[in-house]
């Protein structure tokens, strides 16, 4: 039984910083893709960050130079660091995982097996 657990979300002024993470428990293969999704209030579910089991990260342009994300294999453990968060950062953040490819897309959400439950992110 695969379980993702969030952790990490909660309210800051625009300009701070929060540090989201994810453990994937359960996961009995190596995780070739992790990555964090957000939904916004009325708005599709959108693709912000993934990276392979390399290392090699990818970013949707809204956040580029704002986000990092970070992987820990041995802990299967992904993590989103937000800084100079912006008022249109503000959404439900989601992680997802998967092992289909090591090419790791931030648009087709059915390339990911697993999804985490979701952490609110709010930016006043």
């Known amino acids: 039984h695969v379980q993702l657990v969030e952790s990490g979300g909660g309210s800051v002024q625009a300009g701070g910083s929060l540090r989201l993470s994810c453990s994937a428990s359960?996961?009995?293969?190596?995780?070739?893709?992790m990555a964090w999704f957000r939904q916004a209030p009325g708005k599709e579910r959108e693709g912000v960050a993934a990276i392979d089991s390399d290392g090699i990260a990818s970013y949707a342009d809204p956040v580029k130079g704002r986000f990092t994300i970070s992987r820990d294999n041995a802990k299967k453990t992904v993590y989103l660091q937000m800084n100079n968060l912006q008022p249109k950062d503000t959404a439900a953040y989601y992680c997802a995982v998967g092992s289909q490819s090591q090419i790791c897309s931030l648009y087709y959400e059915d390339r990911y097996d697993y999804w985490g439950q979701g952490t609110q992110v709010t930016v006043s």
């Open positions: 359960g996961y009995g293969a190596s995780i070739s893709c």
